[in-house]
């Protein structure tokens, strides 16, 4: 297995109080000033920089990023979709998994302990190209033994505990 499946160091960071405002402000909007990040955590400034290097440097923080909504984009549909590998493709399972990062409609690619494999979040415009992607993409595919897909009436993030 390549390095994208395998286990991560087991590495535990020292939060404290501070560290988890900044934390849950940053989640919430990680575009923030640090400006205005320190005036909400009543700290100075250079105090809020100093902590946001070292929650970098440490790997608590990995990247900031954005959330897209799909639906402006006309992907109307979202879907999960359960894979189940091959018992004698299980060596593929790495280049599967970059394989399906790549797929057009992917959002997310969870790789499982349990019975089933991964899980493909996928948002595409219709029903029809949720079919289309698992005919396509799985169904074809040698190292795929079986698929199950769930539609996704509603999606929302939840409010993580730093």
């Known amino acids: 297995m390549t ?14 109080e501070l560290d988890r405002k900044l934390l849950k ?5 990680s ?11 009543g700290i100075a400034a250079s105090t809020c920089l100093a902590r946001m290097n070292q929650l970098r440097e440490s790997g608590v ?3 900031f990023t954005i959330e897209v909504d799909p639906q ?11 894979v189940r ?3 004698g493709a299980r060596h593929l399972m790495s280049s ?10 992917v959002r997310q690619l969870f790789f499982l302990g349990g019975a089933d494999d991964f899980v493909l979040h996928v948002a595409v415009r219709n029903s029809a190209d949720v079919r289309q992607f698992v005919l396509d993409y799985l169904s074809s595919n040698p190292a ?3 698929t199950q897909t769930s539609l996704v009436f509603e999606h929302s993030t939840g409010n993580a505990e730093y």
């Open 96 to 105: 599967f998994a970059q394989e399906m990062r790549l797929k057009p409609g």
């Open 25 to 29: 402000l940053l989640s919430q909007n």
């Open 61 to 63: 923080i990995s990247r």
């Open 31 to 41: 575009r923030r000033t640090n400006n205005s990040l320190a005036e909400e955590l």
């Open 85 to 87: 590998i091959r018992p």
């Open 72 to 82: 402006v984009l006309g992907r109307e549909l979202e879907a999960l979709i359960f």
């Open 144 to 146: 795929v033994a079986t």
């Open 3 to 16: 390095d994208s499946l395998a286990p991560s160091e087991n590495k535990k960071a020292q939060l404290d």
